[in-house]
């Protein structure tokens, strides 16, 4: 049986409630709200549970991420380009402290407020940066978002943008999370030309972790069919593409080369490669490029490292 689901307002004009008519501090208020709905059964994963914030221009009450947004759109509204980094670095780190607060800045309209203000950074780096930050962190778990005007603009990003590395970092995490999950999406975004466009960003900046890091998982989830809304997915025709038409296997095996005493981007790439493997040929392709190798190496510095670990775990007990 699906668990049931409130409103955020719903849930506030319950705390609220508590706070006025049962004289409960708003701390107590809100565990007892809380307690309510799941005692009921109610699934809260997509409520903000904290007490509202009395604004400083009126009397109504609105949480951080609607007050970080609406100060946002005040500023794109006057074109105040010099006040909307730092708008949208706090709207974004109230984005990221969970899927409620994502999810109810979506409601009200976040995602074009974020796009314009992205748009008319363009010429600002380090304040666009800030506004693809923010970007990334409202369609985590929401890529239902991104519409077509936001798909070319990433890809425009990453276009006009290709030496600037933190940049392309927080673009392709944009994209990356915007296809997990959302088959549409990968394939619009394939259609326009975003693997060249990931593979050359792990060319471009092949010293900056970071970026291989988010080139890497972007490239495996292209490959994925993880989305139950639709009955068959292109990851099989994508892994072909990385490989036949992108330079895939080769681009990955030199990048993991780079990065050999740094285990989070090896598992990054690796977990790619896997994926990439799709057929006889480029199996052998990747034992030609010396991928297989480089993974037996890397297996035998790993038990080495654990056996080393262990060792020294048990000489401390004896100690």
Do not use: W
């Not at 010293?207 to 292109?234: C, H, N, S, W």
């Not at 490669?273 to 480029?282: M, Y």
């Not at 490292?305 to 020294?312: G, P």
Request: charged share 25%; glycine share 4%.
């Amino acid at each position: 049986m699906a668990s049931r689901r409130i409103t955020q307002e719903t849930f506030d004009s319950v705390v609220q409630e508590n706070i006025t008519e049962f004289e409960m501090d708003p701390e107590e208020a809100l565990s007892e709200a809380i307690q309510q709905f799941e005692s009921q059964g109610v699934d809260l994963i997509n409520v903000v549970k904290a007490v509202q914030n009395t604004t400083a221009e009126a009397s109504d009450q609105k949480h951080n991420v609607l007050q970080a947004l609406d100060e946002l759109q005040k500023a794109l509204d006057l074109l105040a380009l010099d006040e909307m980094g730092d708008h949208l670095t706090n709207f974004s780190e109230q984005c990221s402290l969970d899927f409620a607060h994502r999810h109810l800045a979506a409601e009200k309209s976040a995602y074009p407020t974020v796009l314009s203000s992205c748009k008319q950074l363009m010429s600002d780096t380090p304040s666009l940066l800030k506004g693809v930050q923010a970007l990334a962190a409202l369609l985590d778990g929401q890529p239902d978002l991104l519409d077509s005007d936001g798909q070319q603009f990433l890809l425009e990003i990453l276009k006009q943008h290709r030496d600037h590395a933190a940049l392309n970092t927080g673009t392709i995490r944009a994209i990356r999370r915007s296809c997990l999950k959302h088959e549409q999406n990968r394939q619009d975004l394939v259609q326009l030309g975003v693997l060249p466009l990931l593979t050359g960003a792990i060319v471009n900046h092949g010293a900056q972790a970071d970026v291989v890091r988010e080139a890497g998982k972007a490239l495996r989830i292209m490959t994925y069919d993880d989305d139950i809304r639709v009955p068959f997915g292109r990851a099989h025709d994508h892994a072909k593409l990385i490989v036949m038409q992108n330079d895939g296997l080769r681009i990955i095996i030199e990048a993991a080369k780079a990065f050999t005493d740094n285990t989070s981007v090896l598992s990054e790439l690796c977990s790619t490669l896997s994926r990439l493997a799709v057929r006889n040929e480029f199996c052998q392709d990747i034992v030609d490029l010396g991928g297989l190798n480089f993974m037996i190496a890397l297996l035998a510095d790993c038990i080495e490292y654990r056996v080393q670990n262990r060792s020294f775990h048990f000489s401390r007990e004896k100690i």
